[in-house]
């Protein structure tokens, strides 16, 4: 079999517009574009982790396409001129690839067949490449992606900016046709988040960081939920790395995480608190000791130069926000499956065990976000659990049956929660 191969160069393009026509034009001679390709099943592939996409189209004819990515929410566009999509049900087997959200097909009104893949996080393009076989006179167009850092991918996406929004907001439109094909995720994910780290040791006692609790008690509770099988895990942060608070936020979404917990063992300048507490983010802190944890919290980003100084303001328009409605309920039910299965756990709660306040970690409005103080590290007692091998496994297995029971209620929840 003879293949001819058009490969496009793609440095580190965020958006290739690849119009082939013109690249095409010795394929266009021996395969014509005459009639309409079909989609090829049993060679048609799309396969991937979390941080790579890969995308192989068989074609029954060359075409001209044009691939782009696209940001807020990243997306992947590729239009195929022209192409029928009814063979292959792309959405089934797009859903074990952790790096696709949803997937749409369509056709735009000038004749263009439209594919929009939701990613599930920043990624670009490495490589777009069609292959004509120009004896059979078909075609497989491959694409991979591989994931980037977020600063990266905003970088890119500056620069192309003025394109896409020529291009993409005609193309986009919801007149142009689009049948949905919406699936759910397979697992859910936590994502959790360790509190403080690099500059920011968090509270320190007799030569024990928070920072180094807090990170130690993730990875073992990362390996507890996976061992459980219910959910996924990603982390904010699996180093000794200084993480900005919004920086964790922007890593959940990301990564399309379902659910935010964020791990701390501060210390209170008192003494007096013991036992876990669970915070939830609220304009008005629930006592003293919220309000200096919350202020406490942000003392690192102002270090780092991160700017908050409309953070107070952020949090009321968070409070006030439509989707705030749907997320804030959620995440009191997962305070509350916390409480229970702490309790029943037979450890230690604070005597008021849910507590509200200000904390920037917590804003997002789109997934249950909640702060958990597993002890304080100013109760000897506290600390001396905290360190605890024993402790610690009583403590991972509480919080993983927490989760379970608050994804089970939660999703029997689910039908009644407006879209
Ligand atoms: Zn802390």
Known sequence: MRVRSIRCAVPFALSVALVLAVTLTGAIAQTGFGAQARLISGETRISGDAAALHMSLALSQAVPYRVRVLGEPPRLVVDLNTVDWAEVDLGDMARSVRSVGALRIGYLPDGWARLVIDLAGPFVLSRSEQRVDSVQGTSQIDLELYRVALEEFEQLARNEEQFAART??????????????????????????????????GAERDGVREADLVLEFARHLRETLLRRGIFDVAMTRDADEFVSLDGRIRAARA??????????????????????????????ASDDSAAYLAERHDRADMLAGVDLTRNTDEIARVLMSVAWQDTAPRSRA??????????????RLHRRPIQSGAFTVLRAVDMPSVLIELGFMSSPRDLANLQDANWRIGMTEAISDALELWHERDQALQPLRRQ
Request: glycine letters at 14%; hydrophobic letters at 50%.
């Open 168 to 201: 993409s907001a005609a193309l986009l439109h919801p007149n142009a046709h689009v049948a949905g094909v919406r699936f759910e995720p397979r697992k859910p994910l936590v994502m959790l988040d360790p509190g403080h780290g690099g500059i920011d040791p």
């Open 255 to 284: 990564v399309g995480a379902d659910l935010f917990l964020s791990l701390h063992a501060d210390a209170l300048p008192e003494g007096l608190a013991s036992g876990a507490v669970i915070y939830l983010l609220g304009d008005k």
């Open 334 to 347: 997962l305070a509350e499956a916390l409480v229970e299965g702490v309790d029943a756990g037979g450890l």
